[in-house]
């Protein structure tokens, strides 16, 4: 998987700003519904599921573009902690009513607890899922996401989640 989502989302997010956004201004700023999130996932190391996480994230009220700011936050079962900043994008018009696709590209740092050795501590997380917006702004996501340190170290094995998010608009 390595690279694989962090390849869909740069497609993604670049084809809709080519698509959409760039008519109006490529980068341009505009207002949405910020988000706290909270997700509850199974961890995957080699493909064998080793624990669980929990992770809490926050989208702000604009995006740039494609691009919307986001930060999260994730522990999990076996004391590994990370924490990284990055940006994500929804689709809006792809799929029409409810039902959307998102993505995301976070940086960020590991610290591994008593879990497996993924190459350091600096990593990419990126993540691509589906999901269901209701009435009130709020949302559930069903998402699949790789974190590894993209070959910067020699050890890159990876480390998958696969879990399920509720966001309320905040």
């Known amino acids: 998987m390595n690279g694989l989502l962090a390849i869909l989302y740069l497609a993604a997010s670049l084809s809709d700003m080519k698509l959409s956004d760039c008519p109006t201004g490529c980068l341009a700023e505009a207002e949405v519904p910020s988000r706290v999130s909270i997700r509850v996932a199974k961890v995957e190391f080699q493909r064998e599921i080793i624990g669980d996480e929990v992770y809490v994230g926050y989208d702000w009220g604009k995006t740039y573009g494609p691009f919307q700011p ?50 350091g501590a600096f990593h990419f997380r990126s993540s691509l899922g589906v999901g269901y917006e209701f009435d009130n702004g709020a949302t559930i996501l069903a998402s699949y996401d790789h974190r590894s340190n993209g070959d910067l170290r020699e ?8 879990g399920v998010r509720f966001a309320f608009p905040f």
Do not use: R
């Open 70 to 119: 986001t930060i999260g936050v994730s522990a999990n079962d076996q004391n590994a902690l990370w924490i990284g900043a990055g940006t994500k994008w929804t689709s809006t018009d792809l799929l029409g009513g409810p039902i959307f696709l998102e993505a995301s590209f976070m940086p960020g740092f590991l610290t591994k607890g008593d879990g497996p050795d993924i190459g």
């Open 155 to 162: 050890l890159n094995p990876g480390l998958e989640t696969i």
